[in-house]
């Protein structure tokens, strides 16, 4: 029996499309991702691989080169390429992730796969095999830890795990967060109870994530640390598997380790200068990392808290970026407030006590909200007047200028983030309505 971590999933071929100031990305995915994370943690592990039969070869050299002690081809999949196209890798919004082919994939299991039952220490990352029939080939003492992002619609089909479950994994991305827990997170951790698990983790996204230990009934916040977000993909599966890696030190500093190698996987592509990011964050003493702070905004949250939205939000005008900050705002559970659509929008021309009346609201409803978000297209001069009015309100005021037209002094001293990245300028929300969270506790 060995004591080393066993990687169970898929291996995708993850494309990248073009982005603005950066070129298309095509590499291994999958538990590939995962595996990246626990050789550059320098942690010892193996894999069993669902992917077609083409890529096994490819496979198994790569993961060779990285740390793989084993490599297990589980289960061949025909039908699909297993290529996922990737619209948006900093998951600014929805990832737009395109699965080809996925109405025709199939997955078959092969037959030899005595060897699994070396290890003790497996974590699944559940895809369209169906985990039931591995249960048998697992031995007997082996405990299981689920990372679970897609094709698993409730918990009850991993009812067969009860008892061999260590941890469930969960990101508020994944369609099962939606179903379970998008409205009350305490319903799915009453659903995650029913397989006995010793902890549960939320990932939840730039807001940092939550360690809810099922044994003893503590809550543990584990801040993110906001930075330049080169790549999200497979971010959260390092953040899961490094957890399992350390976990034989407990689950909290398994937690923090896991979260430090999962924020290094955000920022590079490069694996080897991921394993020196991380080996070079694992030398701080977890005492040491858990003063640093950082942005913690717990996703049930986020409902408290007003955005302000300031921008030419008429239907007359063509706003796509602003219609992408929407999107952004509301992906990630952001209450967003936009005023022309509460109050109305006036007609053209509009007489003075329209513009008085409109004027009245508007600037009330300002008050009323905690950050604004402004979107000053064209120049628009209502949004810059909002802005102002913010700022002499004391509000953080975030800008996001994607045409570059507002750089200058006041808009940008002014504000608390201003930016033509909404990537950075979503930081910034983060972060301001986290540092609001904390004095209001």
């Known amino acids: 029996m060995t004591d080393q971590?066993?990687?169970?999933?898929?291996?995708?071929?993850?494309?990248t499309l073009a982005q603005h100031g950066a070129e298309c990305k095509l590499r291994l995915g999958g538990?590939?991702?995962?595996?990246?994370?626990?050789?550059?943690?320098?942690?010892?592990?193996?894999?069993?691989?669902?992917?077609?039969?083409?890529?096994v070869d490819q496979v198994r050299?790569?993961?060779?080169?990285h740390g793989c002690k084993e490599f297990i081809w589980v289960g061949d999949i025909v039908g699909s390429p297993n290529v996922i196209v990737i619209g948006d890798p900093k998951e600014v919004s929805h990832q737009d992730y395109e699965d080809l082919l996925r109405d025709r994939k199939e997955v078959k299991l092969r037959e030899q796969l005595l060897s699994l039952k070396c290890y003790k220490k497996l974590i699944v990352f559940p895809g369209k095999f169906d985990i039931e029939e591995l249960l048998e080939h697992f031995a007997p003492d082996a405990k299981l830890t689920f990372d679970i992002a897609y094709d698993v619609k409730d918990l009850s089909s991993l009812r067969a795990f009860h008892g061999r479950t260590q941890a469930i994994i969960i990101s508020t991305s994944s369609?099962?967060?939606?179903?379970?827990?998008?409205?009350?997170?305490?319903?799915?951790?009453?659903?995650?109870r029913t397989l006995s698990p010793e902890v549960f983790l939320l990932k939840e996204n730039r807001g940092g994530s939550r360690l809810f230990n099922l044994l003893n009934g503590t809550i543990e916040e584990l801040p993110a640390s906001?930075?330049?977000t080169i790549n999200s993909v497979g971010v959260g599966d390092v953040y899961s598997a490094v957890m399992l890696g350390f976990s034989g030190k407990g689950w909290s500093e398994a937690a923090w380790r896991g979260c430090q190698a999962a924020t290094a996987y955000s920022q590079t592509t490069y694996p080897d200068d991921l394993k020196r990011d991380i080996q070079r964050s694992f030398k701080l003493p977890v005492e040491a990392l858990r003063t640093l702070g950082g942005t913690s905004l717990p996703w049930d949250e986020r409902q408290r808290f007003s955005i302000y939205l300031a921008g030419p939000d008429f239907t007359y005008v063509r706003k796509p970026e602003l219609d992408r900050v929407v999107d952004s705002l509301q992906y990630h559970n952001f209450k967003v407030r936009r005023p022309i659509l509460e109050n109305g929008e006036l007609g053209r021309p509009a007489n003075q006590a329209s513009l008085r009346r409109a004027y009245q609201m508007d600037y009330q409803l300002l008050k009323e909200c905690?950050?604004?978000?402004?979107?000053?297209?064209?120049?628009?001069?209502?949004?810059?007047?909002?802005?102002?009015?913010?700022?002499?309100?004391?509000?953080?005021?975030?800008?996001?200028?994607?045409?570059?037209?507002?750089?200058?002094?006041?808009?940008v001293g002014g504000s608390s983030v201003y930016s033509a990245d909404l990537d950075e300028c979503l930081n910034g929300v983060f972060d301001s309505l986290a540092k609001l969270r904390s004095r209001s506790k």
């Open 370 to 411: 905690d950050v604004v978000f402004a979107i000053p297209l064209d120049r628009d001069p209502g949004t810059l007047v909002e802005i102002g009015m913010a700022i002499v309100l004391g509000k953080p005021v975030i800008t996001f200028d994607p045409r570059n037209e507002n750089n200058n002094t006041m808009v």
């Open 61 to 65: 050299q790569y993961l060779g080169a």
């Open 5 to 15: 971590v066993l990687i169970v999933g898929e291996v995708t071929v993850d494309f």
């Open 226 to 228: 906001l930075g330049q």
């Open 31 to 55: 538990i590939v991702h995962a595996a990246r994370g626990l050789w550059a943690s320098e942690i010892e592990y193996s894999v069993a691989a669902f992917c077609p039969q083409y890529l």
């Open 175 to 192: 369609p099962l967060f939606m179903a379970r827990g998008h409205e009350n997170v305490n319903d799915l951790i009453t659903e995650v």
